[in-house]
């Protein structure tokens, strides 16, 4: 890849920025300081098309389009739906079937004894747990109160098709859950970590790239004409579809290999400086 970091490999200049939010473009208490906010309007006054791409959902998502000024298309649930923040379009949304959803939780349980599950349902607005689920979980985790959670028999959770599927456990980590499902069969479903206390299912194939290759596909984006920035697992496959693929200096390792370059960390303000060089060039 060339340089100008406002060019890529084809010298295509840069028309579209899509952005991770935790670890990339909040700061470590998880807000969006002035400097990046200051950077995002100043990307979009010059033209730039600056989107959101997060495991989040639209719940966990207003609170922070507020503080960056977020009103356009989002990307949520690590890609798997695309809906506009003002006017709550959905453009498209990939879900993992039922019987997929069935087999994950027989085959994982039986490795994994006592797991915990939830799905994410209807353009990310409703949240469906297991019994027992709420009683592990924080505000922070899905920016839901968890005494609004209930808790339904695990065939409730699993008996729809989700948008995301979360598992967790009260005592194993996510990432010794998450090697023990990259021993099943991968047909029907995508699995990876966004650095929050569990594990991520999408519909198979479904990543933050393929999401953010739909979304330009529907704005006439090319993607020579991408810059994606990043931190962590869920991040890897956007840093490699990107024109520019940027991770910060805070990211997992998988996500540092993936990038072209590395910029400061989320806690240095490194969107903005990201940002700040892409207008200078």
């Not at 989040?56 to 977020?70: D, K, S, V, W």
């Not at 966004?194 to 596909?217: D, H, N, Q, R, Y």
């Amino acid at each position: 890849m060339s340089d100008p970091l406002g060019a890529s490999s084809e010298g295509a200049r840069i028309r579209l920025v899509a952005t991770d939010l935790d670890g990339t473009l909040l700061d470590p208490a998880g807000s969006v300081t002035p400097r990046v906010r200051a950077a995002l309007d100043a990307a979009r006054a010059a033209g730039i098309i600056v989107v959101p791409v997060t495991a989040r959902q639209p719940i966990g998502l207003r609170a922070i389009a507020e503080q960056a000024g977020f009103d356009g298309w989002a990307l949520c649930g690590n890609g798997a739906y695309a809906i506009h923040l003002s006017t709550h379009e959905q453009l498209f949304a990939a879900e993992i079937a039922a019987p997929v959803q069935q087999r994950i939780a027989r085959e994982l349980g039986e490795r994994i004894p006592d797991l915990l599950f939830a799905s994410v349902r209807d353009a990310g607005e409703v949240f469906v747990a297991q019994d027992g689920y709420a009683s592990v979980a924080h505000l922070s985790d899905h920016k839901r109160d968890p005494d609004s959670m209930g808790g339904v028999p695990l065939a409730d959770v699993l008996a729809a098709p989700s948008l995301k599927l979360v598992i967790r456990h009260r005592t194993r980590t996510p990432s010794e859950i998450f090697a023990v499902l990259r021993e099943l069969d991968q047909t029907g479903f995508e699995a990876t970590l966004s650095g929050a206390p569990f594990v991520e299912i999408m519909a198979e194939g479904v990543t933050k790239a393929t999401g953010l290759s739909a979304l330009c596909a529907e704005l006439g984006i090319d993607q020579a004409e991408t810059l994606a920035l990043g931190d962590a697992l869920n991040d890897v496959e956007m840093l490699r579809w990107a024109g520019r693929g940027v991770a910060m200096a805070n990211a997992e390792p998988e996500a540092l290999a993936a990038a072209d370059e590395v910029t400061a960390s989320n806690a240095e303000d490194g969107v903005a400086l990201v940002l700040e060089r892409l207008l200078a060039d």
